[in-house]
């Protein structure tokens, strides 16, 4: 059985979490457009109206059964984002979200132990948070980086990279989509 398309449903879509003023305008414009011409659905924080509350991106990653949290050295610097990454991982601990962590031009050790640049962002913003949030953040960004991911070096090509991740996301969605029909026969939710 061969479904080309579910776009009405939302077994598929993926949760991109991402630093919006660093990387919306260029590497994650690149990456949707690969994620629309490949059929996979995405949500995206822009899709929100402005000032609505957390809550919001909230039920979005509770809709999802993929996430892609794309770490950068100003990822850390948001609360929102920090939060964003709390809530995902207490969706994949509960078995209910595959988090896919993409690290965009920083090493995974320096987003497993807050060091580096991407340290710097993480305790700037600490500085101004309470210690259980700081926990919370801690623990997320430990086990998150501490998944199978995908890396950007500074001297890569994006266009190579958006590929790996667009091969990565299809195949989890097929993964998902194996897991969850009864009569173990595998669905194809993506096109060729």
């Given at each position: 059985?061969?479904?080309?398309?579910?776009?009405?449903?939302?077994?598929?879509?993926?949760?991109?979490s991402?630093?919006?003023?660093?990387l919306?305008?260029?590497?994650?414009?690149?990456?949707l457009?690969?994620?629309?011409?490949h059929?996979?659905?995405?949500?995206?924080?822009?899709?929100?109206?402005?000032?609505?509350?957390?809550?919001?991106?909230?039920?979005?990653?509770?809709?999802?059964?993929?996430?892609l949290?794309?770490?950068?050295?100003?990822?850390?610097?948001?609360?929102?984002?920090?939060?964003?990454?709390?809530?995902?991982k207490?969706?994949?601990d509960?078995?209910?979200?595959?988090v896919i962590?993409?690290f965009?031009?920083?090493?995974?050790?320096?987003?497993?132990?807050?060091?580096?640049?991407?340290?710097?962002?993480f305790?700037?913003?600490?500085?101004?948070?309470?210690?259980d949030?700081?926990?919370?953040?801690?623990?997320?960004?430990?086990?998150?980086s501490?998944?199978?991911g995908?890396?950007?070096?500074?001297k890569?090509?994006?266009?190579d990279?958006?590929?790996?991740?667009?091969k990565?996301v299809?195949?989890?969605?097929?993964e998902?989509?194996?897991?969850?029909?009864?009569?173990?026969?595998?669905?194809?939710?993506?096109?060729?």
């Open positions: 059985m061969t479904i080309l398309s579910l776009a009405n449903d939302d077994f598929h879509r993926v949760f991109l991402f630093r919006g003023d660093q919306r305008y260029s590497f994650v414009s690149h990456l457009d690969a994620f629309e011409r059929g996979i659905l995405c949500f995206v924080d822009k899709d929100e109206l402005r000032g609505k509350t957390m809550t919001n991106l909230f039920v979005r990653i509770k809709e999802s059964k993929i996430a949290v794309i770490f950068s050295s100003r990822y850390a610097e948001s609360s929102w984002c920090m939060d964003e990454l709390v809530k995902m207490k969706r994949a509960k078995g209910k979200l595959q962590p993409i965009y031009k920083v090493r995974a050790r320096d987003v497993r132990g807050q060091t580096g640049e991407f340290g710097e962002t305790w700037a913003l600490a500085r101004t948070s309470r210690g949030q700081i926990m919370e953040w801690k623990e997320a960004l430990e086990c998150i501490n998944k199978m995908l890396s950007l070096g500074d890569s090509s994006e266009a990279f958006i590929k790996e991740i667009v990565e299809k195949r989890v969605v097929a998902i989509g194996c897991q969850a029909t009864e009569n173990h026969q595998c669905i194809n939710f993506l096109p060729n």
